[in-house]
């Protein structure tokens, strides 16, 4: 199938002070790019703002409130969220653009921060500790502090290979689970990490990573756009190197 031309892609196009439910209905009309389990695509804005619509409409809460009332008071994520308040704006870092070896400042520096559309695509800030709180979850099967969020079984599920990397659209040692991408092979991937470690990384730079074996989670922040991925690698190599027994 040919990809859409601009002119369909306009008709979709989200536009200001639009929510999920004024979008994702729009979105559907559109064609699929390819068959279903013929390949891979990684789907950010179209399949996780669906998933975001989704718990909506099962929860009957907005995507904001589901997650602050169902995660993040649960797990005392009290510096994450859509959209900083005044006093939270002076800690929110500086975007930058990498072009060869230099650096500069993305002009629309709030252009993910939205008070109406809530993607689970990107536009949610953090601090570290937050962030490491919410893969200790993970790494915990679920639960944290005696707050269960989900069960064993569906973590084990997650992090489960649903997507082999042999399928198109897969990097070898790479396959892909419920929303996380999982290593199989850390050799032929080039991840130093233990088999059956899972995680993501965000547009700016930001990666993260459970290793259920070493019982390790990883938490990398970079306001970057385009960063050097090499810099993971190092990170997780830092982090195993460190391990002594």
Known sequence: MAPPSAAELSKVARKPGETLADYIPRLGTTPLD????????????????????????????????????RIFEPLGMKDTFFHPGEDRLPRVPTAYHRAGDALTK?????????????SGAGG????TEDYAQFGEMLLEGGQLNGKRLLSPKTVELM??????????????????????QVVTDPVT????VSTGSFGWDGAFGTHFWVDPKEKIVGVLMIQTDNPNRQLDRDFENAVMQSIVE
């Open 159 to 180: 992090s489960s290979v649903f997507v082999p990397d042999t399928l198109p659209g897969r990097a070898p040692g790479r396959g892909f689970g419920l929303s996380v």
């Open 189 to 192: 991937s080039g991840y130093r």
């Open 34 to 69: 390819f068959q279903p389990a013929s390949r891979w695509r990684y789907s950010p804005g179209a399949g996780f703002d669906t998933l975001g619509r989704v718990v909506e409409v099962v929860s009957g809460k907005k995507f904001d409130v589901f997650l602050r009332q």
């Open 124 to 127: 949610l800030m953090a601090s």
């Open 106 to 118: 993305v002009e629309n520096q709030n252009r993910m921060v939205s008070t109406t559309y809530f």
